[in-house]
């Protein structure tokens, strides 16, 4: 009799002489990724929760594909990036199942802004919704393209411009999509995406798709993941940020134009514009320059000293702009002949409505209501205070297993503060420590002799010390600032005293200025919390990274104001509860930037003695990996071999 078949474990792929190392020449053992597999199929197995922090280089995510393809589950996978979706889906995906010798079940989602609309296509051709050559030349590319695509990801048309605005004319967003009352829909893109995710054993989608679709479910709509029984959370120190997001609301000037703009265009296409519905919708554009001039005012974010004050300030305009939208859905429900693309702009006047009253009369105290502005936009937004409770409701008490992991998610070597922040009900926890040798690969220095980085003269005495630090690694550094101001002083200051060329964020892309950064012999770039994560530059041309301040949240954003309040009130410490850790996870990150592969080698340097001389910097120190250290300006030198 044949012996009974048993599943293969995660231990018979990542061992020392596993299926991996058979599979893949240039595979080497790390036993971190074991430790970190097994504990990953035992949560499984076992139905629990999982936190892991996984060092950078310990290979997590075949840690975690691995044992959710044994579980014979239907496992979420949610990453940072889209980027990394793809990275996923394209090659490991492939590698495994060519190496399993079976079919996998997999399928990846993205936002709906990422897929065409066939009838958009379709329209476009009878109607002039396109405007000048290049619009005209993009969309004949697309034509052709819907012809074969399977998918319709737009990601598959490289030579498509990252702004091409017609593509955004042809998106399949939501708010302008008919459903099932669509002619396509039996092909439309975002019909057979989730058709393909109902018959996927793993599901690959990014945090902000996990976090609409959840909190859309939570409003008793239909979301369009289907049901899963775990989700493993990739890059998941980002998720309290994301769902912050998605479980609260926001309204903006640009919103209620584009409603307008896209009644206008419907009823010229549809022939059902009538000069009544041109006065209400003048009325409406009126109205809502006269709502969101009251909110004018400096540029960035800010907080509502006084509600109720604001409310009494401009109630009568406020008054205006509710009517208005009522009197725009009553036109728009009396259209005759009412056209299905109505049905998504009925809804979308509905949930602007709902929202600008939410905003401007809701007493939950559990929301923190803020402006931001940026250029002409005026975004009003409510944010929940604590997504804990949410999350925990949502979330941990309703899916059997949830698997966080990160480079980093611990402070001080544990990780009160990530399950409080998240609210994880008792998950187990791992530290998987990554391949990396950093006590001989970096060196951290913290200058010491600086002025506390609050003081006037910190700017002036920190530049001299950076163009010092430059000189001795021959540029190949990134300088990474807690605020654009800080940023441009130091560059202005800077990059006409050293030899080696400069770049600074905002004067481009973000991804040009980093392929011209890997590009450019010596280069140093100047930029914010943008590249503090998610930014890979293995290899010499990154050796250096200095940070300007140890990151501690701007006290006064709103949204770290009302947090900070928040623990107050409840007799907690912010400061050791919330303030600390949550800087010492964006230092981690940001230094986590030098040390890509086990090549690699650098400087990080720390312009901010804090560190070393308040009681708080232990937790900084605590949290970061074992880098070699020194406050000798000659120790860097050394390294750096000068
Ligand atoms: S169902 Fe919606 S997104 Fe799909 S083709 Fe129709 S209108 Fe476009």
């Not at 044949?2 to 599979?23: I, K």
């Not at 209620?256 to 003048?282: H, P, S, Y």
Request: hydrophobic fraction near 40%.
């Amino acid at each position: 009799m044949p012996p009974p078949q048993t599943s293969p474990t995660a231990r018979q792929f990542f061992h020392g002489r596993g299926l991996l190392s058979e599979w893949h020449p240039q595979y080497e053992y790390r036993p971190g990724q074991q430790e970190m597999a097994e504990a990953v199929e035992g949560a499984l197995a076992e139905k629990r929760h999982l936190v892991v922090e996984a060092g950078t280089g310990t290979g997590k995510t075949l840690a975690y594909l691995i044992p959710a393809i044994l579980s014979g589950k239907r496992v979420v996978v949610s990453t940072g990036t889209k980027n990394l979706q793809e990275q996923l889906y394209f090659k490991d995906i492939p590698f495994l199942a060519r190496h399993m010798n079976r079919e996998l079940r997999v399928s990846y989602m993205k936002g709906r802004k990422n897929y065409l609309c066939r009838q958009k296509v379709y329209d476009a051709e009878k109607e002039p919704v396109l405007a000048g050559l290049e619009e005209v030349a993009d969309y004949q590319v697309i034509r052709e393209w819907e012809k074969t695509t399977e998918m319709g990801d737009r990601a598959e048309i490289r030579q498509l411009p990252a702004g091409s605005t017609a593509w955004s004319k042809l998106d399949a967003r939501r708010e302008l999509c008919s459903g099932q009352k669509c002619a396509q829909f039996e092909r439309c893109f975002i019909t057979r995406m989730q058709q393909r995710a109902r018959e996927s054993d793993i599901i690959i989608v990014n945090h902000h798709l996990f976090f609409a679709d959840l909190a859309v479910k939570d409003r008793d709509y239909e979301g369009i993941i289907p049901d899963y029984q775990a989700v493993i959370f990739d890059e998941a120190h980002e998720i309290e940020s994301v769902a912050g997001d998605y479980f609260g609301c926001s309204i903006s000037n640009h919103q209620v134009e584009d409603l307008r703009r896209d009644i206008t265009a419907l009823a010229r296409r549809k022939n059902f514009g009538t000069q009544e519905l041109d006065r209400v919708l003048m009325t409406l554009d009126e109205c809502a320059d006269r709502f969101f001039a009251v909110f004018a005012g400096k540029e960035g974010r800010s907080g509502i000293p006084d509600r109720v004050e604001l409310r009494e300030s401009c109630e009568a305009v406020y008054q205006d702009l509710l009517r208005v939208l009522e009197l725009t859905g009553a036109h728009l429900q009396l259209v005759k002949g009412a056209t299905d693309e109505l049905i998504p702009l009925n809804g979308r006047v509905e949930e602007l409505r709902q929202t600008l009253q939410f905003w401007m009369e809701s007493d939950d105290s559990d929301f923190v209501y803020w402006i931001e502005r940026r250029g002409r936009g005026v975004y009003l937004e409510a944010t929940p205070i604590d997504v804990s409770s949410l999350l925990r409701d949502k979330l941990f008490d309703q899916v059997d297993t949830i698997i966080l992991t990160s480079a980093t998610l611990a402070v001080g070597g544990g990780f009160e503060y990530v399950k409080t922040r998240l609210g994880i009900p008792a998950p187990r926890t791992a530290i998987v420590q990554g391949p990396f040798d950093y006590p001989k690969q970096a060196l951290l220095y913290v200058a010491n002799g600086l002025p506390d980085p609050r003081s006037p003269s910190f700017t002036e005495s920190a530049s001299e010390e950076v163009i010092r630090l430059l000189e001795m690694s021959k540029g190949r550094a990134f300088v990474l600032f807690t605020s654009y101001q800080q940023m441009r002083a130091f560059h202005d200051r800077i990059s006409f005293e050293i030899e080696y060329p400069t770049l600074l964020q905002g004067t481009g892309p973000n991804h040009a200025l980093l392929d011209e950064f890997r590009n450019t012999p010596h280069c140093v770039l100047f930029a914010t919390s943008s590249f503090w994560q998610g930014v890979d530059v293995p290899g010499d041309n990154l050796s250096c990274v200095i940070i300007d301040k140890l990151p501690f949240a701007v006290p006064t954003d709103p949204v770290v104001e009302a947090r900070v309040r928040a623990i107050r009130e409840a007799g907690g410490d912010a400061f050791h509860d919330y303030q600390v850790p949550s800087a010492a996870l964006a230092l981690k990150q940001g230094f986590g930037r030098l040390i890509r592969s086990r090549s690699d080698r650098g400087v990080l340097a720390l312009l901010d003695n804090r560190i070393t001389k308040q009681r708080y910097g232990q937790i900084f120190f605590d949290s970061l990996p074992d880098y070699g250290f020194t406050m000798q300006i000659n120790e860097v030198a050394r390294f750096f071999d000068v």
